[in-house]
T-cell receptor, first 115, second 116 residues
Framework: GESVGLHLPTLSVQEGDNSIINCAYS??????FIWYKQESGKGPQFIID?????DKRQGQRVTVLLNKTVKHLSLQIAATQPGDSAVYFC??????????????FGKGTLLTVNP | GAVVSQHPSRVICKSGTSVKIECRSL??????MFWYRQFPKQSLMLMAT?????????EQGVEKDKFLINHASLTLSTLTVTSAHPEDSSFYIC????????????FGPGTRLTVL
């Protein structure tokens, strides 16, 4: 079946550096993509989203880039802080029929920020 | 807004017993709720989708008789793990969405189930 995957399972950066987390997806029908942050023992926390009619969206310290040609999604975190240490998941939604949208999660990238 | 809670946050039970996990949307009415399972160092895997007042739709490989889902109201869905075994030990996470924003899901904090 179609899936969402990640290039790098772990990423270690120095505090203050910029972080880039990548994600590849295979469902060409995907039209909505989300990045989540998950800290240990907690549920996913929404970071930023982007729809397929856009190629870039910025939030506070975060930017999501979407390249539909190569089915690639990235999350950029500026001036990474120790509090950014967590597992980051990309997810894509597809309509499973009717009004239900199913989320498919990527494998996740563990981001470690060194002080 | 859009807060989802789960209860309990963690539970330990003996093998063979049943455990019920509640998922509540606190400040909105959820037309659809989703249940996920997450094993250590793995991603979230969708188990089932439930719409209020109708039977849940289970993903392939998920036993509907083992994982009973009830979505009796627009603010509450329950997942009951029946005859739990150690391999059912996992992190169970629910999410909820509303019809007007059907592709956005709001996640609960998760429930850690440990079966001895």
């Amino acid at each position: 079946g179609e899936s969402v995957g990640l290039h790098l399972p772990t990423l270690s950066v120095q505090e203050g550096d910029n972080s880039i987390i990548n994600c590849a997806y295979s469902n060409s029908a995907s039209d909505y993509f989300i990045w989540y942050k998950q800290e240990s023992g907690k549920g996913p926390q929404f970071i930023i989203d982007i729809r397929s009619n856009m190629d870039k969206r910025q939030g506070q310290r975060v930017t999501v880039l979407l390249n539909k040609t190569v089915k690639h999604l990235s999350l950029q975190i500026a001036a990474t802080q120790p509090g950014d240490s967590a597992v980051y998941f990309c997810a894509e939604t597809s309509n499973s029929g009717g009004s239900n949208y199913k989320l498919t999660f990527g494998k996740g990238t563990l981001l470690t920020v060194n002080p | 807004g859009a807060v989802v809670s789960q209860h309990p946050s963690r539970v330990i039970c003996k093998s063979g017993t049943s455990v019920k996990i509640e998922c509540r949307s606190l400040d909105f009415q959820a037309t659809t709720m989703f249940w996920y399972r997450q094993f250590p160092k793995q991603s979230l895997m969708l188990m089932a989708t439930s719409n209020e007042g109708s039977k849940a739709t289970y993903e392939q490989g998920v036993e509907k008789d083992k994982f009973l889902i009830n979505h009796a109201s627009l603010t509450l869905s329950t997942l009951t793990v029946t005859s739990a075994h150690p391999e059912d030990s996992s992190f169970y996470i629910c999410s909820a969405s509303v019809l007007e924003m059907a592709d956005e899901q709001f996640f609960g904090p998760g429930t850690r189930l440990t079966v001895l």
